[in-house]
């Protein structure tokens, strides 16, 4: 089912060290509208869906992963070459003191990621709802992040993180119209 390319979905380059601006990044690494809660809770929405939309679902799951893979990469240039001193000013000196320069799946705030961040109702309708609604938090957060930063570089990867979530929130909503189709029909067990 996975097909794994050596690249990222989107190149990103970073001017500068600037651990501060990682900081914020984090928070669509680990937080609760970042990417990996939108990739599991699409993956695992899938298996309470009509079939006409699985593919989505999983589709979108997929892209978040890969979403996720450039937060990592654009969390790893901005802070790289970060001395002590700049992680302090950052507000990084404690998941440097429990993770040096590693990952971790946190948010902005420092607060480890929670599984009740992964939204599902069973009810294909809410689902898909919840889902048009984490998908315009993430784009709010990613134009949040921009008007942050000053470094063009890094926000041309932004920008693109930016109008995927846009174009995901249009294929959700598609997906809902499709759905509503079906809704009133009844249903036989």
Do not use: W
């Not at 000053?150 to 759905?179: S, T, W």
């Amino acid at each position: 089912m996975f097909v794994y390319e050596k690249k990222l979905l989107y190149p990103v380059k970073a001017s500068s060290c600037n651990p501060k601006l990682a900081k914020y990044l984090i928070e669509q690494y680990g937080g609760s509208d970042g990417e990996l809660a939108a990739a599991l809770r699409y993956m695992n929405q899938r298996y309470a869906i009509p079939d006409k939309v699985i593919g989505l679902l999983t589709d979108i799951a997929m892209e978040e992963f890969s979403h996720l893979e450039m937060i990592a990469a654009m969390v790893f240039k901005l802070t790289k070459d970060a001395t002590p001193d700049q992680i302090k000013e950052a507000g990084l000196e404690a998941h440097y003191v429990n993770h040096g320069s590693g990952l971790y799946y946190e948010n902005a705030g420092g607060v480890p990621f929670n599984a009740s961040y992964i939204a599902g109702k069973g009810d294909p309708i809410a689902d898909l709802f919840e889902d048009i609604a984490a998908e315009e938090k993430a784009r709010a957060t990613y134009q949040y992040i921009i008007d942050l930063s000053d470094d063009p570089d890094l926000n041309d990867g932004l920008k693109f993180l930016r109008e995927r979530e846009i174009v995901h929130g249009q294929r959700f909503r598609e997906a809902v119209e499709l759905l509503k189709e079906d809704y009133g029909a009844k249903k036989v067990f």
